[in-house]
């Protein structure tokens, strides 16, 4: 139960980047935005290992590992603020539970992990529930694939994000998690820095609004540092299926978190496919249930 916890909290505290993600993208460029980002992350996660396990030598064996996985990680959060900057937060949550219909597919390429069939039925419904909330349940604009600019930009990003999730098991060469996400956040912040130097140089940093700062302070502590936390002690406790079975109740999350920042509900019609999102996490966790 307590790993459960964990989940429903860490899924909760990923929703509230995409609310306050939307109302501070065209305030700051978001490649600059996210160089500070890691750079506050990784001040916050390399405190933690060095209070906990420490940060071996060994660890730093073949840094180009780092290199690949902080270049994915960078990638999807600068695309991520980048499509915020039209994408409606729901939709952009939508398209965050289609990743893990990609990063299955990453698996099975990289790692030969093979889906078994209720899994993959699952998948199968939260991304055809995913599909009606980006196309904002309107059948025309589904069959014509006309999906917005900011929907496209993000879902490179979480192109991005689902080759992450299998690499990290590729190139971990044992080192422990803390230590390891440590090396990626560093390298994240040098490819983002070099990246987005002229973007960093170019921004007033005196003049950003308040919502930037906010948004800054919420996504290194509660959406990154927070969130690793949960996330590694419920995978301790729970199923690698039930831990990514989460992710679809993200949506859910986003439009509670619109509601309370006084945002309109999204329309009954999209409410449904927030329902079949639910549905994908339910089978999820039957599969763990019963098999």
Same mark, same amino acid.
């Given at each position: 139960?307590?790993?459960?916890? @964990? ?8 929703? !509230?980047?995409? /609310? ?14 996210? *160089?500070?980002? %890691?750079?506050?992350?990784?001040? +916050? ?10 940060? /071996? ?37 939508? $398209? %965050? ?6 990063? *299955? ?24 529930? @995913? ?7 309107? =059948? ?36 422990? /998690? ?9 390298? !994240? ?5 070099? =990246? !987005?130097? !002229?973007? +960093? ?11 930037? =700062? ?10 990154? *540092?927070?969130? %690793? ?13 039930? $831990?990514? @079975? ?10 509670? =978190? ?13 409410? @449904? ?19």
């Amino acid at each position: 139960m307590r790993g459960h916890l @964990a989940m429903a909290l860490f899924s909760m505290l990923v929703a !509230g980047s995409f /609310p306050l993600g939307a109302m501070m993208a065209n305030a700051v460029s978001p490649v600059a935005f996210t *160089a500070l980002r %890691f750079l506050l992350s990784g001040v +916050i996660i390399g405190a933690a290992a060095l209070l906990t396990t420490g940060l /071996p030598r060994l660890a730093a064996r073949a840094p180009w590992r780092y290199a690949v996985l902080g270049s994915l990680f960078a990638a999807y959060f600068v695309l991520m603020f980048e499509g915020l900057k039209t994408a409606a937060p729901v939709s952009a949550a939508a $398209v %965050f539970t289609l990743t893990p219909v990609l990063s *299955a597919g990453f698996g099975f390429l990289l790692l030969r992990q093979v889906t078994t069939s209720r899994i993959a039925l699952a998948l199968a419904i939260g991304a055809a529930g @995913a599909l009606w909330i980006i196309f904002r349940a309107d =059948w025309q604009a589904m069959f014509g694939f006309r999906v917005g600019r900011g929907e496209a930009v993000y879902f490179a990003g979480c192109v991005a994000h689902a080759l992450y999730t299998p690499m990290v098991r590729k190139l971990n060469r044992g080192e422990h /998690p803390l230590v390891f996400t440590f090396g990626m956040i560093v390298a !994240g912040t040098a490819v983002t820095t070099l =990246w !987005g130097w !002229g973007a +960093i140089r170019a921004t007033d940093w005196t003049a950003l609004p308040g919502i930037v =700062w906010v948004t800054l302070l919420y996504t290194s502590v509660f959406a990154s *540092a927070v969130t %690793f936390v949960l996330l590694q002690y419920a995978t301790l406790r729970l199923p690698a299926s039930k $831990v990514m @079975a989460y992710t679809y109740l993200v949506p859910a999350w986003v439009i509670l =978190w619109e509601v309370a920042l006084g945002q309109p509900s999204p329309p009954a019609l999209v409410m @449904a496919g927030v329902a079949l999102t639910v549905l994908a996490l339910a089978l999820l966790m039957k599969e763990e249930r019963t098999g």
